[in-house]
């Protein structure tokens, strides 16, 4: 093993010696408390006094430590984030390395009084490219790597078969089956429950004495696999559902722990021939791309909306127009049907022999043509008005089962598919 003797991070802890801060280890399962373990022994060794505080309690103290880990993800983890808001009118304000993906607001703040650490170069990069002050970002390494070689050695021993200790949570890349030998150890403790060094020790030493019956240990759990390298266990480390894993082992674990394999089971993760630069490149070109993309779509599909609704607003005026017609002319058509009914009914009680005139009975039967006739036209127009309506709800049906109108009526979706890393810069274009 090669133990880091001195960089960045460690010349910071230098820096503050002899110093009182306020310590926030982040809360998680039994790995984060291994690495709030690391954080107390290193405060021990670089005599640097601390408060310990829980996540949701906020200080007025000079210079705020927020414990490392993989917490400020946007989308995943809020807990870091808002301890950096919540004290940004502090004095002083620093990360200890972590992962980070995203919350370039939260990044700004390396303007103002924080301070980042990033344990792997992935991390590093989306900051740069997120905004953060590169004189105030740092790259550094996960902090349980600043222990020293034999920390542990007290517990090395031989062991005997494997150590199944995969992921059962969210952050599962759930690329290999579980079997029933499985057991995600690191979730025997889960919470904001690291303000005690003490219990901190024992919950490690608790997983160590877990680890070590065994010879090989097969996990995505990435503080069991550094503990039982740590062991000298033979260990098959595999990801997590984003880059962490596979970005922490090429950096800090590969020479180290020799011995040690990344196994990658994940079809979309494979950032080993990906350089820092191309990375930053490749996002920034891809996001500007997107962008441009999602404002055309947005705009084409509300010109689409907007004329469907000019197209369905007119159709309905039509609609009303023709029922009302069609209304007026079925009033008339029964008061005209009533006064026929009439006239034939009193028709019916004439003789033709009580006739003085033999051409009246040509006058009756010429008023019963044209009161027919006058039915007839009626009954025409009234069939005719008919059909217009029902064209007209055939043509209003179309118009709702177009794809046009389909496509419109999902204009409020849109957003909810914007990927999270592009809405805020898409509200400065729209």
Known sequence: MNQIQDDVFTQFLKSISGKNVAFFPKSGNAGDGFIAYATYTLFKKYNISFTSYSQDEIVDEEIVLIGGGGNLIEGKYEDVARIIWHHRNNKKVVLLPHTIVGYKEILAETNNNLEIFCREPVSYDLAILNGSKREKTHLAHDVTFYL???????????????????????????????????????????????????????????????????????????????LSAFLNKDVSLMPNDYFKNQAIYNHSMKKRFPTMKFINTSSNLNIDNISQNQFVNFDKAELEKK??????????????????????????????????????????????????????SSLK???????????????????????????????????????????????????????SWKLASKINKVSSKIPKPFRKVLRRFL
């Open 148 to 226: 020293e070689d034999t920390h542990f050695s007290d517990l090395v021993r031989e062991g005997d078969g494997i150590l199944y200790a995969l992921r059962t949570d969210g952050e599962s890349s759930r690329s290999f089956p579980l079997n029933n030998k499985n057991t995600d150890i690191s979730l025997s403790w889960n919470g904001d429950l690291w303000k005690d060094p003490t219990f901190c020790m024992y919950a490690t030493y608790s997983l160590a004495s877990y680890i070590n019956p065994f010879a090989s240990v097969l996990t995505d759990r990435l503080h069991i696999s550094i």
């Open 349 to 403: 009680n004439i003789k033709i022999d009580e006739f003085d005139n033999p051409n009246e009975e040509e006058k009756i039967q010429e008023k019963k043509y044209i009161s027919v006739s006058s039915s007839t036209s009626i009954q025409d127009s009234a069939c005719d008005l008919s059909v217009q309506l029902d064209n007209a709800n055939l043509t209003i049906n179309e118009i709702f089962n177009s794809t």
């Open 291 to 344: 962008i441009k993309d999602l404002k055309d779509e947005i705009v084409r599909i509300t010109e689409m909306y907007d004329n469907s609704q000019a197209h369905l607003a007119n159709e309905m005026a039509i609609r009303e127009e023709l029922a009302r017609k069609f209304q007026i002319k079925q009033d008339d058509w029964e008061e005209q049907y009533e006064i026929l009914e009439r006239s034939s």
